[in-house]
């Protein structure tokens, strides 16, 4: 489906072998509720690999991405809880961007999603305008239902956050972001063989590809956090 606002707080991790039934279990009961229960944010997501790495992606939708710069938030990342404090220093090979939405099509929320991260030499406007056409395109294609891309704030977020520290290792951060959502694997498949193909993103000024196929685990909106 369409985003719900205009910020994205994209984040890739795995985690240390033995840890990855605890990461999932603090995240459905803790860390996604705490996180969309707050000012702006809409909804969190968590996908699992099926052809990609690291092990875990999971999205949190905001109105704007000012709200991943909020207050309400910095004192959250400043401020961890017990079990976030124990599952966090487990993170391996961890991604996480703050993003803004360029575009975003689509109706329902799909089982699958490919993430695509890319890299261009093309201004924000330039490389934006070459997507339209073929995001609206393959909207109207069976079993796809969401087509999203976001333009990463490369460098934004500098603060030295408590959690951060637990990490270890500074996060890496991702320049674009191409994300297709479907019902079952092969309407993904058809486009990476014969729309966005890798000759084809490289021809519209991708300079770096790298893509994963990921399956939802968890979803949670403030509207489903706020019926209790």
């Not at 860390?31 to 949190?60: C, K, M, S, T, W």
């Not at 674009?176 to 959502?181: C, G, H, V």
């Not at 063989?193 to 399956?215: C, M, N, P, V």
Request: glycine residues 10%.
């Amino acid at each position: 489906m369409a985003l719900l606002g205009k910020g994205v707080l994209a984040i890739w991790n795995g985690m240390t072998p033995g840890f990855e039934e605890e990461f999932t279990r603090w995240h459905v009961q803790e860390h996604i509720p705490e996180r969309v229960g707050l000012p702006g944010f809409e909804r969190g997501r968590r996908y699992v690999a099926v052809d990609g790495h690291p092990q875990f992606f999971n999205f949190y939708e905001t109105q704007t991405v000012a709200d991943l710069e909020s207050p309400a938030y910095k004192e959250r990342l400043n401020n961890p809880t017990p079990w976030t404090l124990a599952t966090v220093k487990q993170f391996t090979d961890t991604s996480r961007t703050l993003c803004n939405v360029a575009l975003t099509r689509g109706r329902g929320e799909g089982v699958f999603i490919e993430t695509i991260e890319l890299e261009t030499t093309k201004g924000d406007d330039v490389f934006t305008a070459t997507f339209e056409s073929a995001l609206d395109h393959l909207a109207g294609l069976d079993g796809v239902v969401g087509l999203h891309l976001l333009r990463g704030q490369i460098g934004q977020d500098q603060t030295m956050t408590e959690e951060k520290k637990l990490r270890g290792a500074p996060d890496r951060e991702v320049a674009w972001l191409l994300l297709i959502e479907t019902i079952d694997p092969e309407p993904m498949i058809v486009i990476r063989e014969h729309a966005l193909t890798d000759a084809f993103l490289t021809q519209i000024g991708s300079t770096k590809i790298k893509r994963g196929i990921y399956r939802l685990q968890y979803s949670l909106g403030k509207t489903e956090l706020l019926r209790g």
